[in-house]
Protein backbone atom coordinates (compact mmCIF):
# COMPACT_ATOMS: atom_id res chain seq x y z
CA UNK A 1 0.00 0.00 0.00
CA UNK A 2 1.37 3.32 -0.93
CA UNK A 3 1.49 6.09 1.17
CA UNK A 4 1.05 9.74 0.12
CA UNK A 5 3.13 11.78 2.33
CA UNK A 6 3.66 15.74 1.95
CA UNK A 7 6.78 16.90 0.48
CA UNK A 8 8.99 18.01 3.57
CA UNK A 9 8.34 14.27 5.21
CA UNK A 10 8.40 12.65 2.27
CA UNK A 11 12.00 14.80 2.03
CA UNK A 12 12.79 13.62 5.41
CA UNK A 13 11.58 9.92 4.79
CA UNK A 14 14.04 9.50 1.58
CA UNK A 15 11.58 9.23 -0.97
CA UNK A 16 9.92 11.75 -2.93
CA UNK A 17 7.66 11.02 -6.31
CA UNK A 18 6.70 13.79 -8.26
CA UNK A 19 4.76 14.26 -12.00
CA UNK A 20 6.09 17.05 -13.99
CA UNK A 21 4.11 18.73 -16.30
CA UNK A 22 7.53 20.80 -18.46
CA UNK A 23 7.83 21.25 -21.67
CA UNK A 24 11.02 19.17 -21.82
CA UNK A 25 10.21 17.25 -18.49
CA UNK A 26 6.80 15.52 -18.17
CA UNK A 27 5.56 12.32 -16.56
CA UNK A 28 6.82 10.39 -13.22
CA UNK A 29 9.81 10.88 -11.65
CA UNK A 30 10.95 9.57 -8.40
CA UNK A 31 13.77 11.08 -6.07
CA UNK A 32 15.78 8.57 -4.01
CA UNK A 33 18.45 9.58 -1.30
CA UNK A 34 21.59 7.41 -0.95
CA UNK A 35 24.13 7.31 1.50
CA UNK A 36 27.83 5.95 0.75
CA UNK A 37 30.61 6.47 2.84
CA UNK A 38 28.99 9.23 4.95
CA UNK A 39 28.23 10.68 1.83
CA UNK A 40 24.48 12.16 1.00
CA UNK A 41 23.45 12.01 -2.93
CA UNK A 42 19.66 12.17 -4.24
CA UNK A 43 19.19 10.17 -7.12
CA UNK A 44 16.52 11.44 -9.80
CA UNK A 45 14.98 8.42 -11.66
CA UNK A 46 12.23 8.55 -14.89
CA UNK A 47 9.13 6.03 -14.31
CA UNK A 48 8.12 3.77 -17.07
CA UNK A 49 5.27 6.01 -18.12
CA UNK A 50 3.97 7.46 -21.81
CA UNK A 51 6.87 10.29 -21.71
CA UNK A 52 9.82 7.67 -20.77
CA UNK A 53 12.33 6.90 -23.65
CA UNK A 54 13.09 10.08 -25.69
CA UNK A 55 16.20 12.94 -25.09
CA UNK A 56 14.96 16.38 -24.63
CA UNK A 57 18.33 17.31 -24.38
CA UNK A 58 18.75 15.79 -27.94
CA UNK A 59 14.96 16.49 -29.41
CA UNK A 60 14.88 19.73 -27.89
CA UNK A 61 18.27 20.98 -27.53
CA UNK A 62 17.35 24.85 -26.94
CA UNK A 63 16.74 26.42 -23.25
CA UNK A 64 12.97 26.83 -22.60
CA UNK A 65 14.24 30.17 -20.63
CA UNK A 66 16.28 31.88 -23.34
CA UNK A 67 16.52 29.58 -26.80
CA UNK A 68 19.68 29.32 -26.98
CA UNK A 69 21.54 25.95 -26.93
CA UNK A 70 24.16 24.63 -24.66
CA UNK A 71 26.50 25.12 -27.04
CA UNK A 72 25.49 28.73 -27.12
CA UNK A 73 24.98 29.60 -23.15
CA UNK A 74 29.12 28.49 -23.12
CA UNK A 75 30.32 30.65 -25.56
CA UNK A 76 30.98 27.59 -28.30
Do not use: N
Request: aromatic fraction near 4%; charged fraction near 25%.
Amino acid sequence: MVQELGVAEAIDHGHVSVVLHGKKLRGGYSLTRMCRGGRQAWLLVKKADDFAGGDPVKTCPESIKSGKTVDQLDGG
